[in-house]
């Protein structure tokens, strides 16, 4: 279960000042759901979600990760869940069975453990045939596989997705959705963050149209879809986040 | 396996599969040593070389001066009417030096007055060496003409050098003594402890940010100060990897004992096991310190780009005073305090001192301390830089 508190994030900077990139949140996602962050590029996804997976710190608020505190218990935060986003990328001068063995070595897993979870994660996302190939020789699709693998090899309860579709081709991306859906199958708690409309309407239970760092309406794609009174996700959320369309004079 | 070790091993295998570190590491100083000891080998043998020194006379009679300088080793003679033609075929490049007798050279020499004019150019070794050649056999004729004049007159020669010189060379005979490469080699050995991990350490952080491979990293249950101190250990490893393969072509040239290479060690190739005891323990604490500025820079820095831009800038004050250890011997100044106390310099001097056998306990103490000192401050930096946000956020 991830749950968020009134989580903040502020970040300063001489030009610009003080920038609110995310102003209390509170989210609440359940084992076997996925919840998605529907949101503009800007409105504070990326943030929220370095948060969840402790990267950056909270300016003010906490969470809670698989029950561990994202301030006071960084590491065991770390250690349960899974993260991957489109910036999350693979060391190109080793083979992907060295970067699934090195991230293997580093959350701890060792000898039979360590091989049993890399034989299901290959045999899982069918990477077997380039498995000993070095990763700067990989398609973007066999790379993503790869990060797939890297992602869930420790078994995570946890995974935080941040846009992990984005610049893959409509293949890739049918991949990457079969996968979430199948580790909602199998009772991880999923944080899913996107800007497609199609995406979110697929996969989440629960979506929080999220813009300028602040929670504007959350829900089931029902609930969302009649709060907004329209038929169409992308008519709620620009209904949502306040969008108005420029008439010419 | 502690987490620092699993990241250290994992950048190690890295940075060894990228070619361009295996250039700039390895392949390079070797190269660069094994080029420096043949070009000082081929110039050392040319200096100590007997050559021909083509000289131009004017008003040269059959006198004693000019038979004398006409035997002298390597002297070739070209007779000119006059000094404007001398001195042209000396512009030419024919002759390295012109000696003007004057018209009533013998008439003068026998009253014991006789003045001979020498045009040299200073500024061309060889033609200094040519005037040095003329100039010794004046000298020696003075020498004979007076031992002469003292003998018709009954006097002892001895009158002559009432005085006599004896220099007595107290070098050890040890290390690389006499050997006149040993300026250079601290220089390359610092040089390359500092450009062996300048090679790959924009990749290792600024690089990582810019691919996104660092993300991924602090995703994992590693905390900031394993990874920063994988990546520092494993920079150090790479730069002290480096800067030993000076070394080791050092050694391997001078046992190959090559015709070109032999006149740079006159002693024969003698190393220590104190000497390289001494070196170690003064290069150890030195890497630490230079890969520990290489790592928070790249860590400060954006991405490569600005990286590479802040390490250029931060190449020239580590590497002026190792380019002034080469000549601080001209200067006197490499037993003053404030050399043994100055980073870098202090340790290129102690290495060279610990070539030559001569590195005494405070400057070798002087040179670890400040370099330990440093080493343990940039790795502190190091990790307070990995734990900022900026890691990551500083894009």
Redesign the interface.
Known sequence: MVRTDNIRKSFWDSKTGETKAVDGVNIEAHPGKIFGLLGANGAGKTTLLRMLATVISPTSGTASVDGFDIVKEPEMVRAHIGFLSNSTALYGRLTAREVLEYFGALYGLRGSRLKERMDYVIHKLQIEEFVDRLCDKLSTGQKQRVSISRAILHDPPVLILDEPTAGLDVVISQTIMEFIEEQREQGRTIVFSTHVMSEAERLCDNIAVIHDGSICGEGTLEQILQAANTDRLESAFLKMVGYRREVSA | ?N?SI??LL?EI??ML??RRVRNAAFVTPVFMIVIFIYLFGVIEQNVKSKRALPLAFVNAQSNQLSEAIRKADGVTVEDAKSVDEALQMRKDGAVLAVVDFKSDFDKTLASGDASVTIYYDSSEPLSSIAMSAVRETVNELNKSEAQAALKQHGLSTKLLEPITLTAKDIQKKTGLAGSAIVGLIPYLIVLWAFYGGFSIVSDLVAGEKE???L?????????RRQVALGKFFSLAAICFASSMTTLVAVVVVGFLNLPMTRALFPNGLQISALSIIELLAILVPLVVFFAGILLSVSAYAKNTRESQTYLTLVSFLILLPAIFSQFIGFTGAQHATWVRFTPVLNSAVAIREALLGTLGFTPFVAAVAVSVVLGLLMLKVSVWLFSR?EI??RV
Do not use: A, N, Q
């Open positions: 396996m987490r699993i990241i994992k295998r890295e599969r990228d691919r996104g491979t993300e991924t990293l602090l995703v994992s249950p590693v905390t946000e990551l956020t």
